[in-house]
T-cell receptor, first 116, second 113 residues
């Protein structure tokens, strides 16, 4: 089945540690997105990429980094500079060609990050 | 800039009654509007979208939404609520000149038996 796979489902970070969240899609989508979800705050955009080897900062990029070396993969690194990383992280993708702007984003099932 | 407001943190409705979850938006140009649903510890599932055309849009699981340009609203509706509809609902907008979605803060729908 086509879809978006996020791993791990749960992740714990120690102080001063960088951690990487995985996002893989087999939908052949060009664009991929990372969101952070906190209770009562909705979804906030961290980074997005519309094409391989290119990405843009979203609204809350500080303390995060990404790479897009393959179309299928868009890993997110939460660095030690992110002082409040505890949240639910969601990855999404969508078609951008043709009627792409009309198409919804498809979401993975998220990674819950907590601080030890 | 683009923005979405969901004025109710929570909506309570009895099973079998109609439900409405409200959404208003602000965007430059024509809006692309979306509703998503989220169950606990899961990702967002797409329900329906408005791009152009009929103001009443039908989507998954019996949900529909009404686009009102003059009131800049896109309220989600269902004629008869089910207990299984209890979840967190998000409205989102993308303006025609934008490449990213802006989400509302979400509305928790609780359907009582």
């Amino acid at each position: 089945d086509g879809g978006i796979t996020q791993s791990p489902k749960y992740l714990f970070r120690k102080e001063g540690q960088n951690v990487t969240l995985s996002c893989e899609q087999n939908l052949n989508h060009d664009a991929m997105y990372w969101y952070r979800q906190d209770p009562g705050q909705g979804l906030r955009l961290i980074y997005y990429s519309q094409i391989v080897n290119d990405f843009q900062k979203g609204d809350i990029a500080e303390g995060y980094s990404v790479s897009r070396e393959k179309k299928e993969s868009f890993p997110l690194t939460v660095t030690s500079a992110q002082k409040n990383p505890t949240a639910f992280y969601l990855c999404a993708s969508r078609v951008t060609w043709g009627e792409g702007n009309n198409q919804p984003q498809h979401f993975g099932d998220g990674t819950r990050l907590s601080i030890l | 800039a683009q923005s979405v407001a969901q004025p109710e943190d929570q909506v309570n409705v009895a099973e079998g009654n109609p439900l409405t979850v409200k959404c208003t938006y602000s965007v430059s140009g024509n809006p692309y509007l979306f509703w998503y649903v989220q169950y606990p510890n899961r990702g967002l599932q797409f329900l329906l979208k408005y791009i152009t055309g009929d103001n009443l849009v039908k989507g998954s699981y019996g949900f529909e939404a009404e686009f009102n340009k003059s009131q800049t609203s896109f309220h989600l509706k269902k004629p008869s609520a089910l207990v299984s509809d209890s979840a967190l609902y998000f409205c989102a907008v993308r303006g025609s000149g934008y490449s990213t979605l802006t989400f509302g803060k979400g509305t928790m729908l609780l359907v009582s038996p």
